[in-house]
């Protein structure tokens, strides 16, 4: 009778890790950057910085399985995951230039990616996101992994994305855009039990809910591109 095949977890070679050190590098230079999310060029440009920047550390583990030992698997992993985040930087697009960001709106995403974090839905795809079993082509599974990461991201990163968008300044923006990276890495760990997920959902929940009703339908308009807010 077959046994199932465990994976052992995949060894960390610095040249292999190589690629993902300058993306990650080149994406955070980026983010520091650039401020204008309204021209499609500047947001484009903002938008890859935080899907290399904020997504490749969380799936460090997967890339080193397709990687294989070679540093161009771990380019072709990255060439295929990233490519689904830079698609689904179109509808990001839409809603972020879309909506007038007041801090009520802004509450208003944390409740959403609280209350996300509490569906089963996302702790299936948190739960294919931290898979490393690997067959077939690189770039392929690279397009699988970004698939199963912009499932159970997306509304996180909106969240994040429209937060640092309002607050002042280049270090708040980049103090809570390296938080939620750290988050999103811990979710991806093996031993994070689905239990701790849904404590952080309930934790956005309840402290977004809060300011939803405090804040209730008004608020400051919040450009990030120059760095103020309008009322």
Request: aromatic share 8%; net charge positive.
């Amino acid at each position: 009778m077959s046994q199932p095949v465990l994976l052992a977890a995949p060894r960390i070679r610095a040249g292999v890790l190589l690629p993902g050190a300058v993306l990650v590098l080149a994406g955070w230079v980026a983010l520091a950057v650039v401020r204008d999310h309204v021209s499609v060029p500047s947001f484009a440009t903002m938008w890859v910085a935080m899907s290399v920047a904020m997504m490749i550390p969380t799936v460090l583990r997967p890339m080193m399985r397709a990687a294989q030992g070679s540093a161009w698997g771990a380019w072709c992993f990255a060439a295929g995951f990233l490519a689904v985040w830079i698609v689904a930087g179109v509808p990001a697009y839409l809603v972020m230039n879309g909506i007038e960001w007041t801090t009520a709106w802004i509450a208003a995403t944390w409740v959403l990616a609280g209350a996300y974090q509490l569906t089963p839905l996302m702790q299936r795809q948190l739960t294919t996101c931290r898979s490393v079993r690997y067959t077939g082509d690189a770039t392929r599974y690279g397009a699988r992994q970004g698939v199963r990461c912009v499932a159970s991201c997306w509304p996180v990163m909106l969240a994040v994305m429209v937060t640092a968008m309002a607050l002042p300044g280049a270090v708040l923006p980049l103090l809570a855009l390296v938080g939620v990276t750290a988050l999103l890495c811990w979710e991806k760990q093996p031993g994070t039990t689905s239990r701790a997920v849904a404590s952080v959902g309930m934790a956005m929940l309840l402290v977004a809910a809060g300011g939803v009703v405090l804040l209730g339908g008004g608020g400051s308009a919040a450009h990030h591109s120059t760095g103020t807010s309008t009322s």
